[in-house]
């Protein structure tokens, strides 16, 4: 995740925070409100239950903030507060089902190279259309949760592979092996809807 802020800035202020400062919060979060909102627009998929989970992610993140000891970024520990909230969610509405694969298998079974072309590259001028814009939105919904939240992290937020892993509590390993199924499972999906795109530059940005 690109943000202007260095991670002394945000100690101090999380300091001064916890101080009594509380105005201090609505700075702290700012630079991360899009990001928190689009990782729990990628589970909810509608705005109102995504505002939902967001809002409650900022209010628990800062009813924990004494919990932040650093050894992660902020913006990692508030996307991981953001993911849990969406996953309790859906959990307590069943309307997702949670998918669990063995950890040990991912890392050490065999990846199957790239079948197709990088599925991130298609046209920009396409990629500025609404419905272009929405198919690839779609696209990432399909994707199971395990899947979605590592490639939402990686590809649209970009998340180093180390964040990404500590957010989520998985290994690197696991990050690389569900990010290559994630991109394999979108280039199924999109490469009919998108075969005559002419690849020239960075697949996607989110509006």
């Known amino acids: 995740m690109n943000v202007d802020r260095s991670d002394r800035d945000e100690a101090q202020m999380i300091a001064s ?8 919060y609505h700075d702290l979060i700012r630079p991360y409100e899009r990001s928190v909102y689009k990782m ?15 809002q409650e992610a900022f209010l628990k993140a800062f009813r924990k903030l004494a919990d932040f000891r650093g050894h992660a970024k902020f913006s990692t520990w508030l996307i991981s507060i953001t993911l849990n909230e969406a996953r309790r969610r859906l959990r307590r509405a069943s309307a997702v089902p949670m998918e669990s694969i063995d950890q040990t298998a991912e890392e050490g079974g065999h990846v199957s190279p790239a079948l197709l072309r990088d599925w991130r590259e298609v046209p920009s001028e396409a990629l500025e259309r609404k419905e272009i814009r929405e198919i690839l939105i779609e696209a990432i919904s399909h994707l199971s949760p395990i899947y979605r939240e590592v490639f939402v992290m990686r590809d649209v937020e ?17 990050v690389k092996v569900r990010l290559h199924r994630a ?6 999906e999109l490469a009919p809807k998108l075969k005559n795109a002419n690849p020239r530059r960075r697949w996607f940005q989110w509006s």
Do not use: H
């Not at 729990?40 to 967001?54: G, Q, R, T, W």
């Not at 180093?160 to 696991?174: F, N, Q, V």
């Not at 991109?183 to 199924?188: G, I, K, L």
């Open 40 to 54: 729990a627009l990628s589970f909810m998929k509608n705005d109102a239950d995504a505002e939902d989970v967001a």
């Open 17 to 24: 925070i916890l101080a009594g400062d509380k105005e201090q």
């Open 158 to 174: 970009e998340f180093s592979i180390d964040e990404t892993a500590a957010a989520l509590t998985i290994t690197p390993g696991t």
């Open 183 to 188: 991109r394999m499972m979108m280039q199924n």
